[in-house]
C-alpha cells in the first residue's frame, strides 16, 4: 500500500500508483472542486495533483521535512516538469 506523496509542496503532489490506487483515483475519477488531476493523452492519471486538499487529506499525514528535503523536492519538481 502507498505511504506519503512522493513529492508535496502544499499545492501540488506527486503521486505513485500504490497513493493513486488508495486515494481511488482511476481516469473516471471527476476532477475536483478544488484542484486539478492532470491526466495523460490516454486519459489515464499521471500521478501529478495540483490543489485538491481534500483528495489529498487522507495521505497528507508526513514526517516533518527539513529545509534540505525542501530544497531537493523543489529542484527535481522543476528538472521533472520543467
Known sequence: ??????????YAAVLD???????GVTRDTPQPSNGKILMDNRGEPTG??????ELLQPVRRSPPHT???VVWALKTM???YN
Do not use: E
Not at 500500500?1 to 502544499?10: K, Q, R, V
Open 17 to 23: 500508483s500504490a497513493l493513486l490506487a488508495q486515494l
Open 67 to 69: 529545509f534540505d528535503d
Open 48 to 53: 501529478l495533483v495540483l490543489g485538491a486538499a
Open 1 to 10: 500500500m502507498g505511504g506519503w506523496p512522493s513529492l508535496t509542496n502544499g
Open 78 to 80: 522543476q528538472k521533472r
